[in-house]
């Protein structure tokens, strides 16, 4: 069974560009959320989706957005992009159903490491 | 608020050696899982084990156990019989049962390193 796959692995952008990372969850799971992983703040939630609908949102200016798709497929995009959005960004996704009352664990991917020059 | 604290961000163990990973923990909630997540310098995090709140056992998943003390609030990993390869990253992170969100709160992570 395929992993998360998160394209692409690597990304190099300028400041006040945009990008959009996409992410592949494993086939069945419906759930899938992203994470920003930096040195100073380590990992940070970003938003989690289900079925197409935003179900939670972490703390991030408006700048951060995404969406998920009817095959669970979903892509996030930055606009206006800071130097401190340097980071990798991270996708999982997971079984759970809406509510998540069981051990349903986190499945990653490997990552989209956004460099912004 | 939940909360995650890893107090070592750095450890060493020699090879076949037994290792803790400390991560101790705070919410309020009744209902919660904790999970172990290691992640290798490639970036992926690959989930190694999980302990519900309610969960009498300590979880065990091959060499990977977990040292649940539900009154000290502390859930740590412990790797048997260490291996060269379990050099990485490890994140400890809780998650609220039962409610409408898979989020993840993650600690700062703890850096071992396995010595020959």
């Known amino acids: 069974k395929a992993g998360v796959t998160q394209t692409p692995r690597y990304l190099i952008k300028t400041r006040g560009q945009q990008v959009t990372l996409s992410c592949s969850p494993i086939?069945?799971?419906?759930?899938v959320s992203w994470y920003q992983q930096t040195p100073g703040q380590g990992l940070q939630f970003l938003f989690e989706y289900f079925s197409e609908t935003q179900r939670n949102k972490g703390n991030f200016p408006g700048r951060f957005s995404g969406r998920q798709f009817s095959n669970s497929r979903s892509e996030m995009n930055v606009s206006t992009l800071e130097l401190g959005d340097s980071a990798l960004y991270l996708c999982?996704?997971?079984?759970?159903?809406?509510?998540?009352?069981?051990?349903?664990?986190?499945?990653f991917g490997n990552g989209t490491r956004l460099t912004v020059t | 608020a939940q909360k995650i604290t890893q107090t070592q961000p750095g450890m060493f163990v020699q090879e076949k050696e037994a290792v803790t990973l400390d991560c101790t923990y705070d919410t309020s909630d009744q209902s919660y899982g904790l999970f172990w997540y290691k992640q290798p310098s490639s970036g992926e995090m690959i989930f190694l084990i999980y302990q519900g709140s309610y969960d009498e056992q300590n979880a065990t998943e091959g060499r990977y156990s977990l040292n649940f003390q539900k009154a000290r609030k502390s859930a740590n990993l412990v790797i048997s019989a260490s291996q060269l390869g379990d050099s990485a990253m490890y994140f400890c992170a809780m998650r609220k049962l039962g409610g409408a969100t898979n989020k993840l709160i993650f600690g700062t992570g703890t850096l071992l390193a396995v010595q020959p």
């Open positions: 086939s069945g799971h419906r759930s």
């Open positions: 999982a996704s997971s079984l759970s159903s809406v509510k998540s009352s069981y051990n349903s664990p986190l499945h």
